[in-house]
């Protein structure tokens, strides 16, 4: 079955220090991938999203995301946190005919000063 | 530059009462979803449309209908809504690729 999970439901750091979260999915096509952020009492706003080509994809905000299909992961990154980014973080995957997303569960960042 | 909209933004209502939640977008997307947020589930999806007057259920469509005669308008309504339907619902469309845009979400309290 399809899937993605997000291992870490909470994620603490501190500003100015780097960020990694992890997402591993389930997926029997080749996967598009997304990250979404999602801030307090907002809707979600699309970060980065991988189709095709380079493994490596470029987001706004600073933020980037590696696929590795080896291990059917597509991990967000970002070198240097600031107290802006402390928001929740989800993970989809898709692909099928039907642009339907399969999301995570998220992963809620905070920043501590 | 609208995008995508949601009203009311927030709603309260009673168990049992029939509640219609909004979605409007501007950029004339083929495709149009209905999710809930709860915690601990992350987002679930209710129903989805790819146009026009083709709908279909998603994850989670029980106690819900959905109507697409318009391709901007996707409402959802809760014909008898229940506690357990309190939630945060989100509104999001997608052009033709698997992108998709997200309104800023309807808070729903059924008492």
């Known amino acids: 079955a399809q899937s993605v999970t997000q291992p870490d439901i909470h994620i603490t750091v501190s500003e100015g220090a780097s960020l990694e979260l992890r997402c591993n999915y389930s997926y029997g096509a080749t996967p598009y991938l997304f990250w979404y952020v999602q801030s307090p009492g907002q809707g979600l706003q699309l970060l980065l999203k991988y189709f095709s080509g380079d493994t490596l994809v470029q987001g706004i905000k600073g933020f980037e995301a590696e696929f590795k299909r080896s291990q059917s992961s597509f991990n967000l990154r970002k070198p240097s946190v600031h107290w802006s980014d402390a928001a929740e973080y989800f993970c989809a995957v898709g692909g099928d005919s039907s642009y339907k997303l399969i999301f995570g569960s998220g992963t809620r960042l905070l920043v501590r000063p | 530059d609208a995008g995508i909209t949601q009203s009311p933004r927030y709603k309260i209502t009673e168990t049992g009462r029939q509640v219609t939640l909004m979605c409007h977008q501007t950029?004339?997307?083929?495709?149009m979803f209905w999710y809930r947020q709860d915690l601990g589930h992350g987002l679930r999806l209710i129903y989805y449309s790819a146009a026009a007057d083709i709908t279909d259920k998603g994850e989670v469509p029980d106690g819900y209908v959905v109507s697409r005669s318009k391709t901007e308008n996707f409402p959802l309504t809760l014909e008898s809504a229940t506690r357990s339907q309190t939630s945060v619902y989100f509104c999001?469309?997608?052009?033709?690729?698997?992108?998709?845009?997200f309104g800023p979400g309807t808070r729903l309290l059924v008492l």
């Open positions: 999001a469309s997608s052009g033709n690729q698997e992108t998709q845009y």
């Open positions: 950029w004339s997307h083929s495709y």
